[in-house]
């Protein structure tokens, strides 16, 4: 699930950070692209939902051209609107 910690360092000690980096974006840039909030991309990071994220400290680096996952979360159709005619009668 996660690119292993060496490799990414060795690839930023030989002056490979450009070059490896540059087809990844943050979880601020990946919010804006996809339209949802930081917090969500950073939940289906954290639960594994994106393939190909990298760590690096605090940061997480998504491939820039990663799908966007689905929203697993269960729908409340108690919470649907009326239709209208159900409210006529």
């Known amino acids: 699930m996660y690119m292993n910690y060496n490799v990414v360092k060795d690839a930023v000690c030989q002056g490979g950070y450009f070059m490896l980096f540059s087809d990844y974006i943050t979880i601020k840039e990946a919010a804006e692209k996809w339209g949802v909030s ?41 919470r649907q609107p009326k239709k209208k005619e159900d409210a006529e009668q």
């Open 38 to 78: 930081t917090r969500a991309i950073t939940y289906h990071v954290v639960a594994g939902r994106i393939p190909g994220v990298i760590k690096i400290g605090n940061m997480w680096l998504i491939p820039a051209t990663a799908p966007k996952p689905e929203d697993l979360r269960k729908y409340n159709y108690r």
